[in-house]
């Protein structure tokens, strides 16, 4: 594509969130002394936010580019050639989340550290006294320079990474080569456990108090309707499906599944994560809430769409004698990857703590040969059959511990629901507090704060920060013998193979 081209198609597609400002339609070029009150401007409000306490810990930040935010998915672009109109989408969904998690911070500064903010950014330049409007302002204008410089565009593929939620100085201080063995033994022994409870007939099921079937809000899609909204959905240079809006509604409700919880104590019983006038985040509201969200896969080329739910529980209880697992706030995040006709390939899922990850693919998908060793690869404890428009999964979750005990995708309406209501799980990152102003129900370093288990004075060797605590979308490493994470691009493709399907 032509250079002129290029400058044009950047210019018309960069939309930011906060502010909704183009770049000129064909930018002229910016001088570096143009942009250093957009540095300086971009400095002064990150350091705000840093001292305050209110960093959103979601999106990597991109080194050099203070505009811009990262995450996995869209890092593993920055391995390939991109050009033209494929480099400008690439650069938009980065100025999307730079945006965004910028709007998220300075939503939760209080209203006196947000005045003195402005305060300083009148004083840098008068058009700066909003901020939001500012970082519109200035990341239009940094992104053009960036787009029309070669140079900046190969530092930003170079710089556009994210960092992975280990940490090595642990492993190195832990002896992690020598105390992964005992780990990866552990493991394997919980893997023999769990096999052994689906194979268990759920006709005989192990009841402590009462199963509690909570389902989501009546609707569902056509196979029809699914296949042509994701060739809607997909228009665009990356050929991401991104379906908006009343389509993205009915597609969470189409593949929502049914939660049937072993209800034996108040921690049993779901519900909506906030503040609720408490020192740490806290499980109260009317009614069960599910949170949604979606997130994308790599495979052979093509992106594939995730749909995201997890349930919130107000704790794990304690048992009997020395209990590390217990705690403060529970949750499970039950994830359905679809297939590029929009049928289901492969569930899999995790505890919110990132602990406890299982997959269960369906017909469509087979499993690729695992390299032997100790690391951790794809625990599949149950096969389900091809899953269709009409089934619904149906997931049976154990008293207090909330352990997946059943996974069987069933046609029939389920009797004698509570109907869950859906929230947007960006939601959690600025809860309204009540007394006045908001606050993100994480840590900068993604951890919900008082979910801290006794675990992580045992398991610290193996790197992974405050093991057992609830933690934000984004910063979920998913095994203790090895690196894995949740929102890894290509980990669908690292485990399974398609079948049945065009996926090429």
Request: overall charge neutral.
């Amino acid at each position: 594509m032509p250079r002129a081209a290029s400058r044009l198609l950047l210019a018309l597609s960069i939309v930011l969130i906060a502010g909704c400002a183009l770049a000129p339609r064909q930018p002229p070029p910016v001088a570096r002394e143009a942009r250093e009150p957009c540095y300086e401007m971009f400095r002064r409000v990150d350091l705000a936010i840093a001292e305050a306490g209110v960093a959103d810990g979601m999106a990597a930040r991109v080194a050099g580019f203070p505009y811009l935010r990262v995450d996995r998915f869209l890092a593993s672009y920055a391995r390939e050639e991109l050009a033209g109109a494929r480099f400008a989408e690439w650069m938009n969904r980065m100025i999307a989340l730079g945006a965004s998690g910028h709007a998220v911070e300075l939503g939760n500064l209080s209203e006196e550290k947000a005045e003195a903010l402005a305060h300083q950014l009148w004083d840098l330049d008068r058009r700066y006294a909003r901020p939001r409007g500012a970082i519109a302002e200035c990341a239009a204008r940094l992104a053009a320079a960036d787009f029309n410089e070669p140079g900046r565009r190969a530092a930003l593929k170079q710089a556009a990474q994210v960092p992975d939620d280990y940490l090595t100085w642990q492993r190195v201080a832990g002896l992690y080569w020598l105390t992964r063995l005992p780990f990866a033994q552990g493991i394997r022994s919980w893997h023999d456990e769990v096999r052994a409870e689906f194979a268990t007939p759920l006709e005989r099921p192990t009841v402590q108090g009462r199963l509690e079937t909570y389902a989501p809000p009546p609707g569902r899609l056509t196979g029809r309707e699914i296949a042509t909204l994701f060739e809607r959905a997909s228009a665009n240079p990356l050929g991401i499906p991104e379906p908006r809006g009343a389509e993205l509604d009915a597609l969470y409700r189409t593949f929502a599944p049914v939660f049937v919880v072993d209800a034996a104590s108040s921690a049993d019983r779901p519900g909506e994560l906030g503040w609720f006038g408490a020192e740490v985040p806290q499980v109260g509201g009317a009614g069960p809430v599910v949170y949604r969200r979606i997130s994308h896969a790599r495979y052979r080329g093509r992106v594939l769409l995730q749909l995201n739910y997890a349930i919130w529980f107000p704790e794990r209880p304690l048992g009997a004698g020395w209990d590390i697992l217990g705690g403060h706030l529970d949750g499970v995040l039950w994830r359905v990857t679809l297939a590029p006709d929009g049928v289901p390939w492969v569930y899999d899922s995790i505890h919110l703590c990132g602990c406890y990850h299982q997959f269960f693919p369906t017909a469509s998908a087979a499993l690729r040969p695992q390299e032997a060793g100790l690391d951790e690869t794809a625990f599949v404890p149950l096969m389900l059959p091809a899953v269709g428009p009409g089934d619904r999964i149906v997931l049976r979750l154990a008293a207090g511990t909330h352990y997946l005990r059943g996974v069987t995708p069933e046609a029939a309406v389920v009797p004698r629901a509570i109907e869950y209501r859906f929230a947007d799980d960006d939601a959690l990152r600025s809860v309204p507090l009540p007394e006045g102003g908001r606050r993100s129900v994480f840590r900068p370093d993604g951890i919900v704060p008082g979910s801290e288990r006794g675990e992580r004075y045992l398991f610290w060797p193996m790197g992974v920060p405050e093991p057992g605590a609830m933690r934000q979308w984004g910063r979920h490493a998913t095994a203790f013998v090895g690196r894995r994470h949740f929102d890894d691009a290509g980990l669908m493709e690292r485990y399974f193979v398609m079948k049945g399907v065009n996926s090429e």
